[in-house]
């Protein structure tokens, strides 16, 4: 008998080391959601005996190579920091306002604060537009035609541009979500991860397990009218039994 396989599968990574080269005693395994394609590159170098023939008299392995890449449609953050950063996961994230909207510069005082959404606070100015989109200079204080100051969040114009539109983007903090400081870690500091493959179909399934993997690359490419994949690549070498992986197959 022999089986089919059809479909992405599914492929989990549970953290082993984190960036600090520190143990993690109850890792969290991590699914990469709406995962789209899964693959594995397992490659050796060959190396060929000649004699006086043309062609060889021996070919021997060397050197060899195992490659995971994932690609999924769903991230948090436990996806980048289990699986690549290895750092520290905290509460609280930036987000930011991108003004479509607009607010009409009044008379004295000149000024326009924004109304942050929800509890978010107002954290720094990410520029102003006026209506044909063209931006205005932003000074320390009194500003002129075309100009503009900000302090903790409140915006001041001049008094010769009352009555213009204006278009005001800025970055807010919330408590709300996650996010990952990145520090800059010494060479050679490595996160670590197990990962376990799973591709099942009509009731039978083939599944890979490598007990030891790096990740060297984390790619993310965005388009204007389409969906973000991100993809994530791993390297997988030998534990301390000497063992690269094992294969399950139902048949």
Same mark, same amino acid.
């Given at each position: 008998?022999?089986?089919?396989?059809?479909?992405?599968?599914?492929?989990?990574?549970?953290?082993?080391?984190?960036?600090?080269?520190?143990?993690?005693?109850?890792?969290?395994?991590?699914?990469?959601?709406?995962?789209?394609?899964?693959?594995?590159?397992?490659?050796?170098? *060959?190396?060929?005996?000649?004699?006086?023939?043309?062609?060889?008299? /021996? @070919? &021997?392995? !060397?050197?060899?190579?195992? =490659?995971?890449?994932?690609?999924?449609?769903?991230?948090?953050?436990?996806?980048?920091?289990?699986?690549?950063?290895?750092?520290?996961?905290?509460?609280?994230?930036?987000?930011?306002?991108?003004?479509?909207?607009?607010?009409?510069?009044?008379?004295?005082?000149?000024?326009?604060?924004?109304?942050?959404?929800?509890?978010?606070?107002?954290?720094?100015?990410?520029?102003?537009?006026?209506?044909?989109?063209?931006?205005? *200079?932003?000074?320390?204080?009194?500003?002129?035609?075309?100009?503009? /100051? @900000? &302090?903790? !969040?409140?915006?001041?114009? =001049?008094?010769?541009?009352?009555?213009?539109?204006?278009?005001?983007?800025?970055?807010?903090?919330?408590?709300?979500?996650?996010?990952?400081?990145?520090?800059?870690?010494?060479?050679?500091?490595?996160?670590?991860?197990?990962?376990?493959?799973?591709?099942?179909?009509?009731?039978?399934?083939?599944?890979?397990?490598?007990?030891?993997?790096?990740?060297?690359?984390?790619?993310?490419?965005?388009?204007?009218?389409?969906? *973000?994949?991100?993809?994530?690549?791993?390297?997988?070498?030998?534990?301390?039994?000497?063992?690269?992986?094992?294969?399950?197959?139902?048949?």
């Amino acid at each position: 008998m022999a089986q089919q396989l059809f479909g992405s599968g599914a492929i989990y990574a549970t953290p082993l080391v984190d960036a600090a080269g520190n143990t993690i005693t109850n890792p969290t395994p991590v699914k990469f959601l709406a995962c789209q394609d899964i693959s594995i590159d397992i490659s050796f170098d *060959t190396k060929m005996l000649h004699g006086s023939n043309q062609m060889p008299l /021996s @070919v &021997a392995r !060397g050197k060899g190579k195992i =490659a995971v890449k994932a690609k999924y449609g769903q991230v948090n953050g436990a996806h980048f920091n289990n699986a690549f950063f290895g750092q520290t996961l905290s509460t609280g994230r930036d987000q930011y306002v991108q003004d479509n909207t607009g607010s009409v510069i009044p008379a004295t005082p000149f000024t326009v604060t924004p109304v942050v959404p929800g509890a978010g606070t107002w954290n720094a100015d990410m520029g102003v537009r006026n209506a044909q989109g063209a931006p205005l *200079t932003r000074v320390a204080s009194a500003p002129a035609s075309g100009q503009y /100051s @900000v &302090a903790a !969040g409140v915006y001041t114009f =001049a008094a010769a541009d009352t009555g213009q539109t204006v278009y005001i983007d800025y970055r807010y903090t919330v408590t709300t979500g996650q996010k990952i400081v990145v520090g800059n870690q010494l060479l050679g500091s490595t996160p670590m991860v197990a990962l376990d493959i799973v591709i099942p179909y009509a009731g039978k399934s083939l599944t890979w397990k490598f007990p030891q993997a790096v990740s060297g690359k984390m790619a993310m490419a965005t388009k204007l009218d389409d969906f *973000t994949i991100p993809e994530i690549d791993f390297d997988v070498f030998a534990d301390v039994s000497n063992n690269v992986g094992t294969v399950g197959i139902s048949e």
